[in-house]
C-alpha cells in the first residue's frame, strides 16, 4: 500500500510563499499521477515521468507544481499566496498514467492526511 506523507503548511501573511511537499512510500509506483487538492479543488497534477503537469487557472500564475529526480516526492510552491488559498492542501496518488492528468478526487487511489495552509490579511 502506498502511504503520503505532506508537509510544508503553515500560518503565513498574503504575500509570502510556501513550499508543500509529499513523500510516496511503501508501494510500487512506477507509473503513476500524483496531484495536489485544497478541500474538493485540484489544485495540481504532475505524471511520474515528469514530463506532463496540469495547473488549475485559477492558480497557475502563482503556483508551480514539480518533482524531484527520484520521482517519489512532488513540491507545490505557492507565491503571492492569498487569504483565498486557505485551504487542507492533500496529496493524492493514482496508479495510472494518462494522457489527461485527471482532474476528479475519485480518479485517485491514495491520500494523505493533509497539511493546512492559512493565509491571513
Known amino acids: 500500500q502506498v502511504q503520503l506523507v505532506e508537509s510544508g503548511g503553515g500560518l503565513v501573511q498574503a504575500g509570502d510563499s510556501l513550499r508543500l511537499s509529499c513523500v510516496a512510500s511503501g508501494g510500487s509506483v512506477n507509473t503513476y499521477t500524483m496531484a495536489w487538492f485544497r478541500q474538493t479543488e485540484f489544485v495540481a497534477g504532475i505524471t511520474s515521468n515528469g514530463g506532463r503537469t496540469y495547473t488549475a487557472d485559477a492558480v497557475k500564475d502563482r503556483f508551480t507544481i514539480s518533482g524531484d529526480s527520484t520521482r517519489s516526492i512532488v513540491h507545490l510552491q505557492m507565491n503571492s499566496l492569498k487569504p483565498e488559498d486557505t485551504a487542507v492542501y492533500y496529496c493524492?496518488?493514482?496508479?495510472?498514467?494518462?494522457?489527461?492528468?485527471?482532474?476528479?478526487?475519485?480518479?485517485?487511489?491514495?491520500w494523505g492526511q493533509g497539511t493546512q495552509v492559512t493565509v491571513s490579511s
Open positions: 493524492a496518488l493514482r496508479r495510472r498514467l494518462e494522457v489527461t492528468i485527471p482532474t476528479e478526487m475519485i480518479e485517485y487511489e491514495y
